[in-house]
């Protein structure tokens, strides 16, 4: 994980948000400089499609999706980020999140331009997440003394009517 910054450090083009955030929206945090109330997050600079926000009245990690992270094609660098807010701030584009989506996009399909990109695109592809990826969890089993739901009987198939406008009339 990175070192705790503060949220408002980012760039407006990277857009996180989750549903336990929004109990805190315009709610400072109350933390001493050198936060100065704004809340700690950390991210895994080998994943950049989530951080963590740290509610530290609970004493929890709240995580928070990036508003374009299903958009992307695979998980992304602090690198690529990088080179991709370059790239876009290049061409002259303002770094709206489309903007910088497009630019990883392009760089991890092997489409880099510079020696920068290239670099990028190639750790990335050797970088492993510090966090692991989600597996699946598996059913809860049911007790042998607990009867399993029988599901309703199904009532006999209809056959289809026959439709009297299609005889042949004489």
């Given at each position: 994980m990175s070192q705790g910054e503060w949220a408002g450090d980012s760039n407006?083009?990277?857009?996180?948000?989750?549903?336990?955030?929004?109990?805190?929206r315009g709610v400072k945090s109350g933390l001493p400089p050198p936060a100065a109330d704004r809340?700690?997050?950390?991210?895994?600079?080998?994943?950049?499609?989530s951080i963590f926000v740290r509610d530290h009245t609970r004493g929890v990690w709240i995580e928070a999706e990036w508003s374009l992270a299903k958009q992307?094609?695979?998980p992304f660098s602090l690198d690529v980020?990088?080179?991709?807010?370059?790239?876009?701030?290049?061409?002259g584009?303002?770094?709206?999140?489309?903007?910088?989506?497009?630019?990883i996009n392009r760089i991890q399909t092997g489409r880099a331009k510079t020696i920068k990109e290239h670099k990028a695109?190639?750790?990335?592809?050797?970088?492993?997440?510090?966090i692991p990826p989600l597996t699946a969890v598996a059913e809860p089993a049911?007790?042998?003394?607990?009867?399993?739901?029988?599901?309703?009987?199904?009532?006999?198939r209809r056959r289809a009517a026959r439709r009297i406008d299609d005889e042949d009339q004489d």
């Open positions: 407006p083009a990277e857009h996180y948000d989750s549903a336990e955030l929004h109990p805190y809340w700690e997050i950390r991210y895994d600079p080998y994943r950049l499609q992307a094609l695979a980020l990088r080179a991709a807010r370059h790239a876009a701030a290049h061409r584009d303002t770094a709206a999140g489309v903007d910088v989506l497009a630019e695109a190639k750790r990335d592809s050797v970088n492993t997440p510090v049911t007790d042998a003394g607990t009867p399993t739901p029988t599901p309703p009987p199904r009532s006999p």
